[in-house]
T-cell receptor, first 113, second 111 residues
């Protein structure tokens, strides 16, 4: 099956710094990529949808200036958490869609101290 | 609006079949039923999907009622590694729409 990778798998950063998370579709070209966030004991919540070469569409309540998404190619999307705060600590999961299905990455555990 | 209803938790004895129910009474004619699972601290893993016929693969079987208002995911011989949260999702196949996750069922396989 199709493989989606994320890097890093876990990151610890200090409050006020920025963190970049990469999402790559390894063996297919993704027409659309999605970013989800998951807090402990909760389900996945969609943050934003991005299409290659165009601006991301953010879900209600997600600050676009705080969570910067760049979808530079059909195989790479990045999420940058700017000026991170402890409340941004969460499990971030990317997903990539080809023409048929949606595939998920392994997730990135972000801890902001 | 996840459009599906699942029990919050279930237990199953190791080696026995695990039957996970899902209600999707408002499913549309072009929507498939997808099942994913999420093992702790990992990304969701695709299990199976179907439209109206029963489906089987190496991981599980999917039984969809004739009226398509509910379905059951069957893990025929549950192992401890099957302990996970199982999500039932309805979505048109090939749609650009993202998968929307409900709260899922926490399946615990007991030794």
């Amino acid at each position: 099956g199709a493989v989606v990778s994320q890097h890093p798998s876990r990151v610890i950063c200090k409050s006020g710094t920025s963190v970049k998370i990469e999402c790559r579709s390894l063996d297919f070209q993704a027409t659309t990529m999605f970013w989800y966030r998951q807090f402990p004991k909760q389900s996945l919540m969609l943050m934003a949808t991005s299409n290659e070469g165009s601006k991301a569409t953010y879900e209600q309540g997600v600050e676009k200036d705080k969570f910067l998404i760049n979808h530079a190619s059909l195989t790479l999307s990045t999420l940058t958490v700017t000026s991170a705060h402890p409340e941004d600590s969460s499990f971030y999961i990317c997903s990539a869609r080809d023409r048929r299905e949606q595939y998920f990455g392994p997730g990135t555990r972000l801890t902001v101290t | 609006d996840a459009k599906t209803t699942q029990p919050p938790s279930m237990d199953c004895a190791e080696g026995r079949a695990a039957n996970l129910p899902c209600n999707h009474s408002t499913i549309s004619g072009n929507e498939y039923v997808y099942w994913y699972r999420q093992i702790h601290s990992q990304g969701p893993q695709y299990i199976i999907h179907g439209l109206k016929n029963n489906e089987t693969n190496e991981m599980a079987s999917l039984i969809i009622t004739e009226d398509r208002k509910s379905s059951t995911l069957i893990l025929p011989h549950a192992t401890l590694r099957d302990t996970a949260v199982y999500y039932c999702i309805v979505n048109p196949a090939g749609s650009a729409r993202q998968l929307t996750f409900g709260s899922g069922t926490q399946l615990t396989v007991l030794p």
